[in-house]
């Protein structure tokens, strides 16, 4: 493999601990985090089937977003255009989050923010085919297990240290999609997610701009766009340290990186 309370949902916990903790120990995980997790792209079947179970087993057995499947792998059909990433716990050899970036190469690979919910933006010049289908994507399936989300490794024999890094996991997922839309040139990035975490989101420098309106679909959410080229001026310097390493972590040798 080449890894502020917004809702009452289990979903929105690991988001309030993040909050709260966008401070000077920041500083620490930025540090530290690469000690204790790997980030890692999927290079063969294998490796985006480790995705899709992850995601299997928060989308559909934790949070009941999507019917259970038989074979324990959440997948649709957008898969197979995008780049996913995971991110593995270094000692333990588990994932604990993944997330992937969708490309669109011609007029008939529709994003799924323009499949399902065109009719919600407003804002039309910042619409998906507004833009060279060839630098656009968009962000979705970030998944984060409900022992990292309710943070149950908390007395498990873990030090302050990777307490710290537990809660950047789902932000370092983040910066793994920016860091993969800048390395293929997929600038014109959206994505549909709760507002509240939009706002969590531009607290670290990743400055989505709604371009539509708000509706009810596992909770409120929102379409939003961003132009990823702006987040190498607007990313917190911390958070620009950590997508540093984050890039080196998912361009190191595959050899070095996936164990299943």
Not at 130 to 148: G, N, Y
Not at 241 to 257: F, G, S, V, Y
Request: charged share 20%; net charge neutral; aromatic share 8%.
């Amino acid at each position: 493999m080449t890894s502020l309370t917004f809702s009452a949902t289990p979903e929105a916990l690991l988001w309030s601990n993040t909050a709260h903790n966008i401070d000077v120990k920041t500083a620490t995980s930025s540090l530290f985090f690469p000690y204790y997790f790997s980030a890692m792209l999927a290079t063969n079947a294998a490796e985006a089937a480790a995705c899709f179970r992850l995601r299997h087993q928060v989308y559909c057995e934790e949070l009941g977003f999507e019917a259970l499947k038989p074979d324990s792998l959440e997948t649709d059909a957008f898969d197979n255009r995008a780049m996913h990433a995971c991110i593995q716990h270094n000692h333990k050899q588990q994932l604990v989050g993944t997330v992937r970036v969708i490309t669109s190469c011609n007029d008939t690979e529709l994003l799924p923010l323009e499949q399902h919910f065109s009719g919600l933006i407003t804002e039309h010049s910042l619409a998906p085919q507004r833009f060279d289908r060839r630098h656009i994507c968009e962000i979705s399936r970030l998944a984060v297990p409900a022992d990292v989300r309710r943070q149950h490794h908390r007395g498990n024999g873990c030090s302050t240290t990777e307490q710290q890094c537990y809660r950047q996991v789902a932000v370092a997922l983040y910066l793994i999609a920016t860091q993969l839309c800048l390395q293929t040139n997929r600038y014109h990035s959206f994505v549909m997610i709760e507002p509240a975490l939009a706002r969590i989101l531009r607290r670290i420098g990743i400055q989505f701009v709604q371009i539509g309106e708000a509706i009810n679909y596992n909770g409120l959410r929102a379409p939003y766009y961003l132009d990823m080229r702006t987040t190498r001026v607007t990313l917190a310097t911390e958070y620009q340290q950590l997508r540093t390493r984050l890039a080196q972590q998912l361009n190191a040798p595959p050899e070095l990186q996936f164990i299943a």
